[in-house]
């Protein structure tokens, strides 16, 4: 290096000229002593000088070894089956001190670095394990000096399967008379964790927020299902069918076959009366013995005087469900219309 400086000077000295010392100028007037330096100077010599000092600045900048801090992620692989891993420091970044040329450590900058550990050779218990990223060559040639922290510790422990029934739980408040049920999908999950905590688990409850909800009908939900720590389950969540409907109370009543459509001729129906049971909305099971609402008729298929068996309908008002009608049939004669 030691002849690139020397070089510099002879052409630093070539380029005033030995005339252009201060001292040569100190009798001189300030104008005129300026333009005679100034006219002695062999530029040419003096901006190549210049230039030289400017690559050689450069050149030493770029291969002066500094240090610099490198955030490097960990992702992990090889995580035996029957074993479940509980920390305490199951990390995923690290800091690294790298060193090299000053060049080569900022194009480092910017980068997104990915250390992959294997977990393979985790047993049970507590396990140190070494952050070798120094032995892999991440930095290319540049120098590894720290990593922090050095290692990580793991607890591993050794996982007990067993399958554990789900129970739904609907968390909302609903309009009066309404009520709600859920079925879950799948019913049952299979759950692991250490044995010590899997005595404890006779079933998981699963959550499910009903929202805002005026009137009956169906709703389908996705639910996570909540684990204690160091527990996995497959699958970790389930499909839910929420369906609201009408509280109902069971009513049973008599009401006399009506025939449809009305007819001019005579007729007579055995028996006159069927007895009714349904499942109402109990805002109107204290009215169901009066309303109009609850009806038992017959469709007849033809005007033709005669003999018929036919089925009894029911009519029901809204949210009711018919449960039994008995008897199911009536006999039905329908006579001429002269006879009537």
């Known amino acids: 290096m030691s002849r690139y400086w020397t070089k510099l000077l002879s052409l630093l000295r070539g380029a005033a000229g030995k005339e252009t010392a201060l001292s040569s ?8 002593g300026i333009r005679a330096l100034f006219g002695r100077v062999r530029w040419k010599e003096f901006f190549l000088a210049f230039a030289m000092a400017a690559t050689l600045w450069f ?6 070894n500094v240090e610099s801090l490198v955030d490097v992620r960990l992702e992990y692989k090889g995580i035996p089956k029957d074993l479940l891993i509980r920390g305490p420091s199951l990390i995923n970044r690290v800091s690294v001190r ?35 990223i120094a032995r892999t060559g991440l930095f290319g040639g540049l120098k590894v000096i720290e990593v922090t922290p050095p290692e990580i510790i793991l607890r591993a422990e050794i996982v007990q399967t067993r399958e554990i029934p789900l129970k739904p739980d609907i968390r909302g408040v609903l309009p009066k008379g309404l009520e709600a ?82 007819v001019s001729f005579a ?34 298929p033809k005007f033709v005087p005669g003999a018929y068996v036919l089925p009894v309908e029911v009519s029901l008002p809204p949210g009711a469900l018919l449960l039994s009608v008995e008897p199911a049939e009536v006999s039905v004669v329908l006579g001429r219309e002269e006879d009537k």
């Open 25 to 32: 100028f100190a009798g001189k007037d300030g104008k005129a």
């Open 59 to 64: 050149a030493i900048s770029g291969t002066e």
């Open 98 to 132: 790298i060193s090299g040329p000053a060049g080569q450590v900022r194009a480092m900058s910017g980068r997104d670095y990915v250390f992959t550990m294997d977990l393979s050779s985790l047993e049970p218990g507590e396990n140190s394990l070494p952050i070798a």
């Open 181 to 262: 049920e859920a079925l879950l999908i799948p019913e049952k999950v299979i759950l692991r964790g250490p044995p010590r905590e899997m005595e404890k688990i006779e079933e998981i409850v699963v959550p499910l927020p009903l929202g805002s909800v005026t009137e009956p009908g169906a709703r389908d939900l996705r639910a996570p299902l909540p684990l204690p720590a160091g527990m996995e389950a497959e699958p970790a969540s389930v499909d839910a069918v929420v369906s609201v409907d009408w509280k109902r109370k069971e009513v049973r009543l008599s009401r006399p076959v009506q025939v449809q459509p009305p």
């Open 267 to 300: 007729f007579s129906l055995r028996p006159a009366t069927v007895r009714i049971q349904t499942a109402i909305p109990e805002g109107l099971a204290a009215a169901a013995a009066d309303s109009k609402e609850i009806r038992a008729f017959v469709l007849l």
